[in-house]
């Protein structure tokens, strides 16, 4: 695992290099922006530039934005506005970006997202933002049927026209308890996220909150002795993220992300996500994989109950993989393993807790001694080993079931409380609604 003590040997592969982690080759825009001859014309921008981008222009532009994306084809970044107000549309530009004039301004989206919540917070379905066609795309799994399906559709309908559209999944939507770095509690089993140092100095990592309310004490190997304790967990709730800190305070804990066969990306920052940013998903049950961010503000009505402030991907995932490492080519940190639905099979729609968020609630800081979002993550990337052989792609029982002990709890979690959730034995026990079982399968 990434956190034990290594022996500079085996160098680390550089962030870039892609094509040598065995996942498809992505091509992300390298380059910093860049100026043309003509001052309105649209800049080239790196997918990590596009969050703080929008950003800035949003605290300008006020009501007037309404959301922004990543075109990764042309690497430009679409603005969003209501109004057709040139000086707007000229600040927009004199940023290098591209306006887009759009019907739903972020307050009505918000509007209509209060809505949804309470009418029709119903077990199996999820909505986000999606600023590509300025609506909130609604999804339904296979369990909301008859009731519940009516409930849904006429709610989504008494928004107004072109402000939502609701569409089914065929799996159905469950956190991915069992997944980089295998980790196991409780007879549970997730994944390690990202390896951060706690607020009082300690070595600790992140992964899922509902991991850290399923068991108080992981290991590193199945029934193993535990190595780590939690300190702080959500789920469900304001997020799925939990702190776990390891018990020997000497533990070595590398900034760095473990894409199997003794290779290892290191993480030098967290960042925000974009939709239309591409983006890697590392899991001990299904190893690496890629795909895009297409929604934010994603909330999800799982079982054990309500998830807000969620990324949505169509990048694939499965149990096991829950808590597990989302980054980018570049080496950014953007979230941990949430739930969703589907498989690496036939796809499906997967959702992340956003690192940035993690960190700030927990009071952590990205990689060892201290390197916080937007810092340099140390000097550990030159040369990471592996000779105690870090658990790779799909190593420990790939597609192995893992029983789960699904916790049930709410925010700021007390680990030594027991789970409310029944424990899930892999058989895939039906969803009542009442949050007593996860399936796991």
């Not at 609604?138 to 609701?166: F, H, M, P």
């Not at 974009?274 to 983006?279: E, F, I, P």
Request: glycine residues 16%.
């Amino acid at each position: 695992m990434s956190h034990k003590r290594i022996p500079k040997r085996k160098a680390a592969i550089a962030a870039g290099s892609v094509a040598a982690l065995g996942a498809a080759a992505l091509v992300l825009p390298n380059a910093m922006a860049s100026q043309t001859d003509q001052a309105d014309a649209p800049r080239t921008f790196k997918a990590a530039d596009a969050s703080d981008v929008a950003a800035q222009l949003a605290s300008r532009l006020g009501d007037a934005f309404a959301g922004s994306y990543y075109d990764a084809g042309r690497q430009q970044i679409i603005i969003n506005v209501v109004g057709d107000d040139s000086e707007v549309v000229n600040e927009i530009r004199e940023a290098g970006a591209v306006p887009n004039q759009v019907d739903n301004s972020t307050a009505t989206l918000k509007a209509a997202a209060r809505t949804l919540r309470t009418d029709a917070t119903i077990p199996g379905t999820a909505w986000s933002v999606d600023p590509k066609t300025n609506e909130i795309r609604v999804t339904a799994d296979s369990t909301v049927t008859g009731a519940r399906w009516n409930q849904l559709t006429s709610t989504v309908k008494s928004l107004g026209s072109d402000v939502a559209t609701v569409k089914r999944s065929s799996g159905t939507f469950k956190t991915f308890v069992e997944g980089g770095d295998a980790i196991f509690g409780g007879g549970a089993r997730c994944s390690l996220g990202f390896n951060v140092t706690a607020g009082d100095g300690s070595p600790a990592f992140l992964t899922a909150g509902h991991c850290g309310v399923a068991a108080a004490e992981w290991s590193d190997a199945q029934d193993g002795a535990p190595i780590a304790t939690v300190d702080q967990a959500t789920f469900p709730g304001a997020g799925d993220f939990a702190l776990v800190k390891y018990d020997d305070p000497n533990t070595e804990a590398p900034s760095t992300v473990d894409v199997g066969d003794g290779k290892t990306v290191e993480i030098a920052q967290a960042a925000e996500a974009t939709v239309g940013q591409q983006v890697l998903r590392m899991g001990s049950t299904t190893g690496l994989n890629d795909g895009s961010v297409t929604g934010l503000d994603a909330t999800v009505n799982y079982p054990e109950g309500t998830v807000t402030g969620l990324i949505q991907t169509d990048v694939c995932a499965e149990p096991g993989d829950s808590g597990g490492s989302l980054f980018t080519q570049d080496g950014s940190a953007i979230g941990l393993t949430s739930g969703g639905s589907g498989d690496c099979t036939n796809g499906g729609e997967t959702f992340f807790q956003p690192v940035t968020t993690a960190l700030e609630a927990v009071g952590a800081t990205l990689g060892a001694g201290g390197a916080g979002a937007g810092d340099e993550a140390g000097d550990q990337a030159g040369d990471q080993a592996g000779e105690e052989g870090q658990a790779g792609a799909g190593e420990e029982g790939a597609g192995a079931g893992g029983d789960e002990q699904a916790g049930g709890g709410g925010e700021a979690v007390d680990p030594s409380a027991p789970a409310d959730g029944a424990a899930d034995d892999g058989s895939g026990a039906a969803d009542d609604g009442s949050g007593a079982a996860v399936e796991g399968h």
